[in-house]
């Protein structure tokens, strides 16, 4: 076999840039079969019924977050429904709030500008 000498520069060009392009190519036409795919399993897990476990967890969570019951009887701890909850510590917020006063200085203390509790 006979050694033809080197290889054309514009063929190796042409050869990279053919091979580039597939190479994108496939690329994409990929992504968009996995983004179909993907959109597909979405819409069908949308539509698709709940597992009976699933409802009964809920349902039972639900109960727990919307009833008042015992939580341990002999202590005294009870549980109240959440929407309640809600309200009686909006209402303890507002009644218990004070205004805040910050510090001024006057003539005779200048404002510091360091940490409480680090040193000057």
């Given amino acids: 076999m ?7 520069s514009s063929a190796v060009v042409a ?3 053919v091979g580039a392009i597939l190479l994108l190519a496939i690329v994409l036409a990929t992504q ?10 979405d819409v069908e897990n949308e539509h698709a ?4 476990e ?3 967890l809920q349902s039972a969570q639900r109960a727990q977050l919307d009833t008042y019951r015992w939580v341990n ?3 005294g701890v009870a549980a109240i ?3 309640r ?3 009686l510590f909006v209402h303890e917020v507002n009644s218990t709030t004070t205004p805040t006063t910050i510090p001024t200085a006057t003539a005779s203390q200048p404002a510091s500008t360091s940490v409480p509790g680090t040193p000057r």
């Fill in 2 to 8: 006979a050694y033809g000498g080197d290889p054309k």
């Fill in 15 to 17: 050869t990279g840039i």
């Fill in 32 to 41: 968009a079969l996995f983004y179909n795919v993907q959109r597909l399993k």
């Fill in 49 to 52: 019924p709940r597992p009976r």
């Fill in 54 to 56: 699933l409802v009964d």
């Fill in 73 to 75: 009887q002999k202590d």
């Fill in 81 to 83: 429904p959440i929407d």
């Fill in 85 to 87: 909850a809600i309200d």
